[in-house]
């Protein structure tokens, strides 16, 4: 059966669902999934079946083979995730007709941690285990209600406000030195800034509609030893700062990570023949014989990480790149206790395009790669899709240095130490290295 053929018998299908006579739109989209080869046709069809099948089992059946011919297939993923009770139809959202929240709609969510003993404010320890108390020492061992974290299905957000808005209204500390945003810890009078640890008053009134992270990798050392690896790290690139170096800051930075799957279609010229022939006696001419050659390349990347934020974007895009995500941990507000955390500027949908234009760009060289054999290749991302996301905090320690009249930014990975540090242009490796002790204001 032709391809228009085909198509003619789903929309009458469609027509007939649409006005409620079920028996026929079943016969219609049986008699064309009996003889449909097309992967796109096949997915569609399913999906219009799930809609007939009043049975759960059944609805799920039709759904699951719909996904299995095309995984990308936004109105099935939603439906199942409708069936699965992971997404409700009250919260399915036109993104073009989404309107801001106004104030009195906005509720501030803030915790704060008292000590048993004295009430006095309980910060997290670098081990990720234990609260103290700041006043009389007291340690609380904490045990989180989540023990995993838990990535989010991308679909189901998308079409609810989560995936275009802000919605948990928090506490923001904005610097008017560097522009640097962060979450505020509850009750906070006074707050500085992690980056350029210039000194604010904080303003209560001022709230900002935010995600909450979903996932954290925590702190795993103190400053003091951070500040060992900074002074290792200047010792090693044989330079000393040229004036007073501030202890390295403790921060949390968010990044967006993203599952990505389905396939990239292909298509391109092989080259099967080719033979030389005589032309009118002027000699041999080569003759070459092409078929066109089509296919799909099936994609999966896990945890490909987009920063959430454009601050020392171009630095912190080399430092992420060697965090353990094996050792995310399910987010729990007590974990920022003490931690100053950035807010996040790129909106999950933004950052979703960058994540799939990104994936895409990197699986069509490999493919193209592989296939270096076809000319004219061309592909395609229309059955790639994006599966999951979460929000995920990354420690970071940070400093600046003073050299030649310049502040120059010094990032350390505060999971396994490593540095992503900015060195000057004019900067020389010298044979006779310097002494660097006693640059770093109130070192070890």
Not at 32 to 60: G, V
Not at 127 to 143: A, N, Q, R, S
Not at 186 to 201: F, K, T, V
Request: proline share 4%.
């Amino acid at each position: 059966m032709s391809e228009a053929r085909l198509r003619s018998l789903m929309l009458s299908g469609i027509t007939a669902l649409k006005t409620g006579e079920l028996n026929s739109a079943r016969n219609y989209f049986e008699r064309a999934l009996y003889t449909a080869r097309d992967h796109d046709l096949l997915a569609d069809l399913w999906f219009y079946m799930s809609e007939i099948e009043s049975d759960e089992a059944k609805k799920r059946n039709a759904l699951d083979e719909a996904l299995s011919y095309r995984m990308t297939h936004a109105r099935a993923r939603r439906s199942l995730a409708i069936l699965n009770g992971t997404l409700k139809v009250g919260e399915i959202v036109d993104s073009n007709t989404i309107i801001a929240p106004t104030a009195s709609e906005r509720e501030t969510n803030a915790d704060r941690f008292e000590c048993p003993s004295c009430a006095g404010i309980m910060s997290f320890s670098p081990d990720g285990e234990t609260l103290i108390c700041d006043f009389c020492t007291t340690k609380d061992k904490t045990e989180s209600n989540h023990s995993e974290n838990q990535e989010q299905d991308f679909f189901s957000t998308m079409a609810t406000l989560r995936g275009h808005s802000k919605p948990i209204s928090r506490k923001v500390f904005h610097c008017e030195g560097c522009s640097a945003e962060f979450i505020l810890a509850p009750d906070a009078i006074s707050e500085s800034c992690a980056y350029c640890a210039s000194p604010h008053i904080v303003n209560h009134g001022e709230t900002r509609d935010l995600l909450n992270p979903d996932a954290i990798i925590l702190h795993k050392f103190n400053q003091r030893h951070a500040a060992q690896l900074l002074i290792k790290w200047v010792k090693e690139n044989n330079f000393t700062p040229q004036g007073r170096v501030l202890q390295p800051r403790g921060v949390y930075i968010p990044v967006w990570t993203f599952d990505i799957g389905g396939s990239i279609s292909y298509s391109g010229e092989r080259l099967t023949e080719e033979k030389n022939r005589d032309v009118y006696g002027f000699g041999l001419k080569a003759e070459k014989t092409y078929i066109t050659e089509r296919g799909n390349s099936t994609i999966f990347v896990d945890d490909l990480i987009i920063p959430a934020a454009k601050k020392h974007e171009r630095f912190l895009h080399s430092l992420i790149k060697n965090y353990r995500l094996s050792e995310t941990k399910a987010y729990d507000p007590r974990y920022l206790s003490n931690w100053a955390a950035e807010t996040y500027e790129i909106e999950l949908s933004t950052a979703a395009l960058e994540a799939r234009s990104r994936a895409y760009k990197n699986e069509k060289k490999k493919l193209k790669r592989s296939l270096y054999q076809l000319r004219n290749f061309r592909s395609s991302s229309a059955n790639m899709a994006i599966t999951s996301y979460k929000l995920l905090l990354l420690p970071v320690w940070m400093t600046t240095y003073p050299y030649e009249d310049k502040d120059y930014l010094v990032l350390i990975n505060g999971q396994n130490g490593e540095i992503e540090g900015e060195l000057p242009d004019a900067l020389k490796p010298k044979k006779k290295k310097s002494s660097v002790l006693g640059w770093l204001d109130e070192v070890i």
